[in-house]
């Protein structure tokens, strides 16, 4: 699942002892209290907070990042060999089911994971296999889908952050009148257009009413609300980038940074690359109203979690739950946060950063999901695959809003039953 930029991985094995050298060694600490970590994030952030947690408690830790798309086979490979890791980076849920459903993971509970008791049940379902109800790891950080704008640009033209949906098209509006490229989006990429269509339009269905009703079999995919839903993502195309057919992920963010477009639908994990790139530049942040002026929603969902070995015992296994306790710490969340720019799953963690303070906020006070990769992910073919596919043939006039949701409730049903 392509979800962010961070989850572009290194070479396997290119960030080992050597990328956390300043973590120690085994021979500074005691030779069994070695811990083996394996991921698919490579950033420097990353690599600092083991380091910290390494030296502060006198652990050697090995980290080893690999390629995103190469994680989970590499994985499974070495989970089946004696020099798999100790703990492991796991993906969120339909995508958890790969790479636990060998057993070589092992499954936790409040007693051997306290941390879990400082996460809501929502994040914990993250890390829930839907199989048998147990949960495998502790959820690391959330994300959530907003609309990342450049103040100073719409200053320029004296245009201010909607509050209505009315005036966010509008100034959809008034930046095309001045010339301005209102949205950098694109649909190349089409693991995008599902985050997309819920950051844009998840209010239209309810959020989360939508999933709660098709798991009960009162409704399903061919749901007015979610063509309806649909047809508004297919509506705001005309606010992208000429030739939006052909533009990519990484075009679309290029767009923004340079200042050629006004206003970034995405994700939360592109604010620090922003605020990298486009220093000097004052930046905001707002969650799209709700098309029909009711409560305004916050997509996010959790985007991973880390578990460990089934095959640990003693020592590496006391060793292996201290780690996983202090990913549920609020010391880890405050890291998370102030760190690496992203939603803590821990309760009670306030961002420093002004903007992300705005994201937590609004996905505390009014969650909404990522309705297929939360829900729908569990069998195959996914429904976030389904929706890739077919979101992006309504974007180029293929098929209609409707008949997406066709395609979507078709291939689900070959494994989907509701459950009334």
């Not at 080893?64 to 798999?84: A, C, D, I, M, R």
């Not at 530049?281 to 916050?298: K, M, N, R, Y």
């Not at 690496?340 to 799953?345: E, N």
Request: hydrophobic letters at 45%; proline letters at 5%.
């Amino acid at each position: 699942m392509k979800k962010t930029t961070a989850m572009v991985g290194i070479t396997a094995l290119a960030l080992s002892l050597t990328a956390c050298a300043g973590v120690g060694t085994a021979e500074e600490a005691n030779d069994e209290n070695t811990l083996t970590i394996w991921g698919w994030r490579g950033d420097a952030p990353w690599v600092e907070m083991l380091e910290g947690y390494g030296a502060d408690n006198g652990v050697a830790i090995e980290y080893s990042s690999f390629k995103g798309e190469e994680y989970n086979s590499v994985l499974q490979n070495g989970l089946s060999s004696s020099s798999g890791p100790d703990i492991v980076m796991l993906r969120s849920y339909g995508g958890l089911s790969t790479l636990v459903a060998g057993g070589q993971i092992a499954a936790l509970d409040e007693a051997s994971s306290p941390a879990l008791a400082n996460m809501s049940e929502a994040a914990i379902d993250g890390a829930r296999m839907s199989a048998d109800g147990k949960v495998y790891g502790v959820p690391f950080q959330i994300v959530t889908g907003n609309i990342i704008y450049n103040a100073d640009l719409l200053a320029e033209h004296d245009l201010t952050e909607p509050t209505t949906w009315e005036e966010f098209v509008e100034l959809n509006d008034a930046l095309l009148e001045v010339g301005v490229t209102p949205m950098a989006a694109g649909v190349l990429d089409s693991w995008i257009l599902p985050i997309y269509r819920d950051l844009f339009a998840g209010s239209v269905y309810g959020g989360a009413e939508l999933a709660e009703a098709i798991a009960a079999g009162d409704t399903d995919f061919t749901d007015p609300g979610y063509a309806e839903a649909n047809e508004v993502l297919l509506k705001l195309a005309k606010y992208f980038p000429k030739g939006f057919e052909g533009l990519n992920y990484e075009d679309a963010k290029s767009l923004f940074a340079s200042g050629q477009a006004a206003m970034y639908p995405g994700g939360i994990w592109e604010l620090a690359t922003f605020q990298e790139s486009m220093q000097g530049t004052e930046l905001g942040l707002f969650d799209v109203p709700a098309v029909d002026g009711g409560e305004t929603l916050t997509m996010g969902y959790v985007d991973g979690s880390f578990g460990m070995s089934a095959a640990l015992e003693g020592d590496s296994k006391a060793a292996a739950e201290d780690f996983l306790e202090w990913v549920g710490s609020a010391e880890f969340g405050q890291l998370i946060a102030d760190d690496l720019l992203s939603l803590p799953v821990v309760e009670g963690v306030v961002p420093s950063d002004e903007l992300l303070a705005v994201a937590a906020e609004g996905f505390q006070a009014h969650p909404a999901p990522y309705l297929t990769y939360v829900h729908f992910d569990n069998g195959t073919p996914s429904g976030t695959t389904l929706e890739y596919d077919n979101l992006q043939k309504m974007m180029i006039g293929s098929i209609s809003p409707a008949e997406v949701g066709v395609a979507v409730q078709t291939g689900i049903s070959q494994w989907f039953t509701p459950s009334p």
